[in-house]
């Protein structure tokens, strides 16, 4: 099994603003080669650590090494093999898009030819409109733009914060099939925000959970979501007859108002609904809900 | 550094909002070159009249040194806030755009983005007064043709002759530019602590004006702050019109503002380091 390097590593991260505890000892570990969901609800510090990762922000504490070798206090020798958008990508909206790219170019140590930003252009769909001033542009066209800019600089990691919030379904499919391109055709790492964790799921390889300014999870996306452990919610013409049953086959049920609720693997489900309606039990309702669901449902609750 | 300065200046002068100064500076010269061609010798009347029983002038009192310097007088308290309007805007107005995170996840060290905003806010300032230069002193020259200039300051009426006009107006030209780099630094250090475009630049047009105001009182009271005001000194490009001219004078007034200059530098330079990019 080959081993993938490690790309990028957070140890101990912590942003107070003021009195308040952004970030509160984030721990991440990122491979290369991978696309890595960061994933969290709104205010849960993604932002402010990608913020850090891109210098944008200085930590209070804690360290971030890019390739193995390279510190915060060196960014500007990472950054040339870093390409970001940060929120919503933002351009001079008076300048085309073309003389955006070109104005960007301009900030990276080694002269980025037109062949590049018109290769990158083709890329993200924007031929034949790449004149045109961005002020004209649609969102989905400025997120394309902007993962165009993002890649200027041919780099190792594209960091991508929140990249499909206002784009329209067809939109954030366009973006989708892009970042997984990125990944499988130009072998790019890509870092992924997200507060949507069905987008995560779809192209992430591995993901960390973020909440309150910590990492309570992380690990690889297939692993969390192949666990055949679902949660069951079930209601019943008798709850408490069915509840008893139920426990005779080992599971451990809660009774909540209307409903059983009990954890179980996916192919036990079979199995308890035929024990129930061998025993005359009516079935009106039966969830169930992979355990990554509820916590991540937990965490965005909280 | 050079491809950096590129971006900022690519950046400024394809923003509309750039010209509005320059269109501003076009349009009052041309008004009032034609007001001088129309009805210039009423004004010269009016102005001299008090001195028409001491002496009597002879030739073309009305010529271009003259309109080059009235217009010098009239516009030079506007143009620090038509600079303003730019330099205020280089920073915070990336921020409220939102571009200036962008910028700056580019391999690029904050003093050299700052340092390259800034010698963009300078150039800013000498096309401003290039712009001034042309119109001001080559048109109004080609109009009304060259001529001694008649200045009436606190010494009285002097008579500057025509041949050494040319250098003055140049030295005058410095002048302006040193005080307006002094209020372009102020403006872009009060953009390197704001997140919203208009407050630095309404900003610079307070401390002006204050400041101004307060220099036109001659009052014992504020006596200890006059070294501190920049605009007390930025009026003594009309000493550059006086006979001998106070050289000692002018060169300390410049050596401060260039001072002021760099203290807004510095104080840009050191808050922008930082500060945590959050907008």
């Known amino acids: ?302 | 550094m050079r491809r950096i300065l590129e971006a900022e200046i690519i950046k400024a002068f394809t923003r509309p909002r750039s010209y509005i100064g320059m269109g501003s500076i076009i349009a009052l010269v041309a008004l009032i070159d034609a007001s001088f061609y129309f009805t210039g010798k009423e004004y010269i009347d009016l102005l001299f009249q008090n001195f028409d029983q001491v002496f009597s002038l002879e030739g073309t009192v009305v010529n271009g040194n003259l309109i080059c310097f009235i217009i010098l007088q009239t516009l030079i308290i506007q143009l620090p806030l038509l600079v303003a309007l730019v330099t205020g805007d280089l920073i915070s107005g990336e921020a409220a755009m939102g571009t200036l995170r962008y910028s700056l996840t580019k391999p690029i060290s904050r003093f050299k983005f700052i340092s390259a905003k800034w010698i963009t806010a300078m150039l800013y300032s000498l096309g401003i007064l290039l712009l001034l230069g042309v119109f001001a002193y080559g048109l109004s020259l080609v109009i009304f043709g060259p001529g001694d200039l008649l200045v009436l300051n606190a010494d009285g009426l002097v008579v500057i002759r025509d041949a050494e006009l040319f250098c003055r107006f140049m030295a005058a030209f410095v002048f302006a530019f040193i005080s307006l780099t002094t209020v372009a630094s102020l403006s872009l250090m009060l953009s390197a602590f704001s997140n919203n475009s208009v407050g630095p630049i309404v900003l610079t047009m307070v401390v002006i004006i204050v400041f101004t105001v307060i220099s036109s009182f001659e009052m014992s009271f504020f006596d200890p702050i006059m070294p501190f005001l920049f605009t007390n000194h930025m009026g003594l490009w009309r000493r550059l019109f006086s006979d001998p001219i106070p050289t000692a004078e002018i060169v300390q007034s410049a050596g401060i503002l260039v001072l002021h200059s760099l203290v807004f530098f510095g104080i840009t330079q050191y808050h922008f380091k930082n500060k945590d990019i959050i907008e």
């Open chain 1, 1 to 302: 099994m080959q081993v993938k390097e490690t790309i990028l590593s957070v140890t101990g991260l912590e942003k107070y603003y003021g009195t308040f505890h952004a970030l509160k000892g984030l721990n991440l570990e990122v491979k290369r080669g991978e696309i890595f969901g960061l994933l969290g609800p709104n205010g849960a510090g993604k932002t402010t650590m990608i913020r850090i990762l891109v210098g944008l922000i200085k930590p209070n504490k804690g360290t971030v090494r890019y390739f193995d070798k390279i510190d915060l206090k060196d960014l500007n020798d990472a950054l040339p093999r870093i390409g970001s958008i940060i929120e919503e990508p933002r351009f001079y909206p008076y300048l085309s898009g073309k003389l955006n790219l070109h104005v960007s170019a301009r900030y990276y140590p080694t002269k980025i030819s037109n062949k590049r930003i018109s290769e990158l252009i083709e890329l993200v769909g924007l031929t034949g409109r790449e004149s045109d001033r961005v002020s004209t542009y649609s969102q989905g066209m400025r997120q394309r733009l902007g993962i165009a800019q993002a890649m200027l600089n041919d780099p190792e990691i594209i960091i991508l914060d929140e990249p499909t919030n206002g784009l329209d379904p067809k939109g954030i499919i366009e973006l989708r099939q892009l970042i997984i391109r990125l990944k499988e055709e130009f072998g790019k790492t890509v870092i992924l925000s997200s507060h949507i964790l069905s987008e995560v799921e779809q192209m992430a390889d591995s993901m960390a959970i973020i909440n309150k300014g910590v990492c309570v999870s992380q690990g690889n996306v297939s692993e969390l979501l192949s666990t055949n452990t679902v949660n069951v919610s079930l209601e019943t013409s008798d709850l408490p007859a069915s509840k008893v049953m139920i426990e005779t086959m080992g599971f451990k049920v809660r009774q909540e108002q209307q409903t059983l609720e009990f954890q179980t693997e996916l192919e036990s489900i079979p199995k308890v609904v035929a024990k129930l309606t061998a025993a005359d039990q009516k079935i009106f309702r039966l969830d169930h809900r992979r355990k990554l669901e509820d916590y991540f449902l937990k965490l965005t609750a909280a």
